[in-house]
């Protein structure tokens, strides 16, 4: 059974940064694409950054330039990475993990809560 466990959501300051983790574990394989989506209430889930197992990356023009995916396949365990500086309150958003694997399955993380408040 698949699982993503995500971590690194909070409180920030407007221009502050967070970094969000996601480690999934069960058998995704190697063919997977991981990656963060964001929601605000009443509202549908949008991309924020997708990465392939090669490192290809996509990344929303809302956070270009400010957001970084990036991640970990060693062992075949895959954590994926979002590095958020100069964050602005309409970056608040309940930000979900996300992996699709190779086979078409596709497995989403419960959600982490980012505020960006002064």
């Known amino acids: 059974q698949v699982q993503l466990v995500e971590s690194g959501g909070g409180l920030v300051q407007p221009g502050g940064s967070l970094r969000l983790s996601c480690a999934a574990s069960?058998?995704?394989?190697?063919?997977?694409?991981m990656g963060w989506y964001r929601q605000t209430p009443g509202t549908e889930r949008d991309l924020v950054a997708t990465?392939?197992?090669?490192?290809?990356?996509?990344?929303a023009d809302s956070v270009k330039g400010r957001f970084t995916i990036s991640r970990d396949n060693a062992n075949a365990e895959y954590t994926v990475y979002l590095q958020m500086n100069s964050l602005k309150p309409e970056d608040t958003a309940v930000y979900y993990c996300?992996?699709?694997?190779?086979?078409?399955?596709?497995?989403w993380g419960r959600g982490t809560l980012v505020t960006v408040s002064s």
């Open positions: 996300n992996v699709r694997t190779g086979w078409g399955t596709e497995y």
């Open positions: 069960g058998s995704i394989g190697r063919l997977n694409v």
């Open positions: 990465i392939t197992g090669l490192g290809s990356t996509n990344i």
